[in-house]
């Protein structure tokens, strides 16, 4: 099956037990529309785990992007010595995880895409423009910042006319439902259980607000849920 989750921002332990329960395996793939670090105390051990895993697929979103910038120029101050400059990029994260985020890791979170794109659906962090005729601009199409950043896609009223769906996070789902869970936007008429019949998914459960982490199965339209134990 393929799951696709966001925001993940540092939640090691709920991340850990979110793929348990859909019992996340080989024949598997998981996407990851970014921000998968920051406010969580488990940054580096997210990182180690999603980019070293070779059936999961991520993209950046704006608190890589930012990450990126500051630690490269930490390299660049130190003549792009990753030793000596991995102390100064570990300390981006929590201290409390105390962990140093490898070289190898490092560049593989470097050259992470800002787009994931399949036969039926799209990943982008924040969200896409869409032209005059209600089609979106097609991602390699439109500036990072915009991609990473922008807050019109998620307005209920903004609706793609594609036949593939657009998958984001980005802004917690409960600023327009009032709910913690996964708001899947069903095409007119559609049918089947599969991913293209929604026109888009937002799939930020704003974790650290709500301790709800969750992900959506392309292939059954099915969402799973994990909560923070109190
Ligand atoms: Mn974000």
Do not use: W
């Not at 979170?109 to 869409?130: K, M, N, R, T, Y």
Request: aromatic residues 10%.
């Amino acid at each position: 099956m393929r799951y696709i989750i966001s925001d993940i921002h540092g939640e090691y332990e709920l991340l850990m037990r979110l793929l348990e329960s859909i019992s996340f395996s080989e024949g598997d793939v998981l996407y990851v529309c970014g921000d998968m670090i920051d406010k969580g105390g488990g940054s580096v051990r997210v990182l180690d785990f999603l980019l070293n895993e070779p059936n999961v697929r991520c993209i950046q979103g704006n608190h890589e992007l930012s990450f990126l910038n500051y630690a490269e120029a930490e390299l660049a101050r130190r003549g792009g010595d990753y030793s000596a400059a991995q102390r100064h990029i570990g300390a981006l994260f929590s201290p409390r995880e105390n962990l140093p985020l490898d070289e190898q890791t490092f560049r593989k979170l470097q050259s992470l895409p800002f787009f994931a794109e399949e036969e039926d659906f799209i990943c982008v962090h924040a969200g896409l423009p869409l032209d005059g005729d209600g089609h979106i601009v097609p991602p390699s199409a439109v500036r990072v910042p915009f991609i990473v950043q922008d807050r019109n896609f998620m307005r209920p009223e903004v609706v793609p006319r594609d036949s593939k769906c657009v998958c984001f996070g980005h802004t917690p789902v409960r600023f327009i439902s009032g709910r913690d869970e996964i708001l899947a936007y069903r095409r007119n008429g559609a049918r089947g259980d599969g991913i293209s019949s929604y026109y888009k998914v937002h799939l930020d459960t704003g974790v650290y607000l709500s301790g709800v982490l969750g992900c959506f199965c392309a292939d059954d339209g099915r969402s799973f849920y994990v909560r923070r134990q109190p």
